[in-house]
């Protein structure tokens, strides 16, 4: 059993080389997106897009950018951006993610990547052939805490890993917020909610070798609920999540020798413990100066040392995972029973 826990190598944020990012839907992810970098890093947003120049003159007034467009083929022709950060609905991020590649910019997507694992194929093969980067924005793969669990699963200090466990639940009704309860906008608790535990299972154990699920749905016809275990070799990983209720939202990784203990809200930046499988040695590692959502600032840091060492695909979530979660999730909907209309399959 170690006597500390790894030291996080994660760089500081300020760290990173500045790119100048525009804002391709300024919503609520949006807002807490472009606090973190304007606050923790040198990060430049030039530029914002929205639907109606109204909401994008907002948002530009809010955090001092100088770009304003009403449309998102201007944001991603102004030869000023050189990263785009997609932020609009899952049902979107395939056309809005083609369009920034097409432009010849790197772009961050947020989580889910897209709908399904055919759609991410789609933008990581656009990726490659243009040469850009692209990168999902699964924020908290990019987290000091979760550099020291990769360590810590690659020196062994766990042991052969049996169990996975995680969820994320919120209280969220279509009153509170209508897309995650629309089928035609790619809603439901799995792609916004279950895409975390899901996600942390992959860094865990890898793509699973079976997948079996049961779930609820909304009048809607989006999944309000699911359970899922998915099998990878020896281990099994067990996955909640709900737009029905306010859950603990934790996870654990659970080996012959330790366990590792990320408490609720597992995806924020949140001390990571170990405990020896005898209760005897408990080590915790600090989550680190940046705290809540401004945490986001990890991922775009990330993507921007990846530009400047001329690495087009992440090593710590690169396109081919990604793909694989969502083949995850794909066969989780299946086994549900959740179709969205206009999926690119």
Known sequence: ???????????????????????LGPGTIARAFAGALLTHSHQQIVAVG???????????AEFGITHVHGGYEALVSNPDVEVVYVATPHSHHREHALLAIAAGKHV???????????????????ARAAGVVVLEAMWSRFLPTADVLRQLLADGALGAVRTVEADHGQLIGAQDAD???????????????????????????????????????????????????????????????TLAERTHTRAAVVGELARVDLPGDFYLPVPLTLTSADGRTRLTADP??????????????????????????????PPD?????????????RQVGVVYPGEVA
Do not use: C
Not at 1 to 23: C, F, I, K, T, Y
Not at 321 to 333: V, Y
């Open 1 to 23: 059993m170690l006597s500390s826990v790894p030291l996080s190598r994660v760089p500081d944020p300020a760290d990173a080389p500045p790119l100048r990012w525009g804002v």
């Open 288 to 317: 680190g100066p940046i705290r809540g959502h401004e945490g986001l600032v990890y991922q775009a840091a990330h993507l921007a040392q990846l530009v400047a060492d001329g690495t087009t695909e992440s090593p710590l979530l």
């Open 108 to 126: 961050l997507v947020e989580k889910a990547f897209t709908r399904n694992a055919a759609e991410a194929r789609e933008v990581a093969e656009a």
């Open 321 to 333: 995972e990604t793909i694989g979660i969502l083949t995850t999730t794909d066969e989780i909907r």
């Open 50 to 60: 929205s639907r109606t120049v109204q909401r994008a003159r907002g948002f530009a």
């Open 179 to 241: 897309r995650l309860h629309n089928p035609a906008l790619a809603g439901g608790a799995l792609l916004d909610l279950g895409i975390y535990p899901v996600s942390f299972a992959s860094l865990v154990l890898g793509p699973p070798d079976e997948v079996t699920a049961t779930g609820t749905l909304t009048s809607s016809g989006v999944d309000e609920q699911v359970r899922a275990v998915l099998h990878a070799g020896g281990a099994e990983a067990v996955l909640t999540t």
